[in-house]
Antibody, heavy 125, light 107 residues
Framework: QLQLQESGPGLVKPSETLSLTCTVS??????????WGWIRQPPGKGLEWIGS???????YYNPSLKSRVTISVDTSKNQFSLKLSSVTAADTAVYYC?????????????????WGQGTLVTVSS | EIVMTQSPATLSVSPGERATLSCRAS??????LAWYQQKPGQAPRLLIY???TRATGIPARFSGSGSGTEFTLTISSLQSEDFAVYYC?????????FGQGTKVEIK
């Protein structure tokens, strides 16, 4: 059974860079059928797709975050990572990693399944 | 950006009753819509994709319908474990977007 697990600091200072890693187990991140994405959820609020990566390194970002986001993949470790720069309090959220496909040519994502358990990142000095 | 609007924000239902949740898209998303269930402190769980296809392991009491801009998630007979927040998500264009959620609470 495929499982995803987020890891990284739970506290980041304003203006610094948030860095998270998602470790995939029970399957290969190099599967040609799937993409690997990051989604976040501010406390008490809804869900926002941040961006995704294919095992080849191709990336797809939410335009509203694109200038601050970098997603990378390490197939040797079966991991992919998120970096979000110049964070503010508005970036405080639970960050999830998840797998998805692409079924619509013009769409960067499809449905997300499965998800990691999520990790809370608080931006505060 | 396609805006997804869910209604109602909160739905109070008694166990065993039927729950009907709505999701409206600001423009057509064809059948490229998914539904998720989220319980407190947990990640969202995929229920439905393609507007009406149940994900693996999802009970038959969950059903999805609709296409274009109007979608419905129906829970035929609410069980105690179904009280949660439900989100819809469209994936018809570049930027996939989620609705704001409907909380299903015990009446």
């Amino acid at each position: 059974q495929l499982q995803l697990q987020e890891s990284g600091p739970g506290l980041v200072k304003p203006s610094e860079t948030l860095s998270l890693t998602c470790t995939v187990s029970g399957g290969s991140i190099s599967s040609s059928s799937y993409y690997w994405g990051w989604i976040r959820q501010p406390p008490g609020k809804g869900l926002e797709w941040i961006g995704s990566i294919y095992y080849s390194g191709s990336t797809y970002y939410n335009p509203s975050l694109k200038s601050r986001v970098t997603i990378s993949v390490d197939t040797s470790k079966n991991q992919f990572s998120l970096k979000l720069s110049s964070v503010t309090a508005a970036d405080t959220a639970v960050y999830y990693c998840a797998r998805h496909g692409r079924v619509v040519v013009v769409a960067a994502t499809s449905w997300f399944d499965p998800w990691g358990q999520g990790t809370l990142v608080t931006v505060s000095s | 950006e396609i805006v997804m609007t869910q209604s109602p924000a909160t739905l109070s239902v008694s166990p065993g009753e039927r729950a009907t949740l709505s999701c409206r898209a600001s423009q057509s998303v064809s059948s490229n819509l998914a539904w998720y269930q989220q319980k407190p402190g947990q990640a969202p769980r995929l229920l439905i994709y393609g507007a009406s296809t149940r994900a693996t392991g999802i009970p038959a009491r969950f059903s999805g319908s609709g296409s274009g801009t109007e979608f419905t998630l129906t829970i035929s007979s609410l069980q105690s474990e179904d009280f949660a927040v439900y989100y819809c998500q469209q994936y018809n264009n570049w930027l996939g977007t989620f609705g704001q959620g409907t909380k299903v609470e015990i009446k």
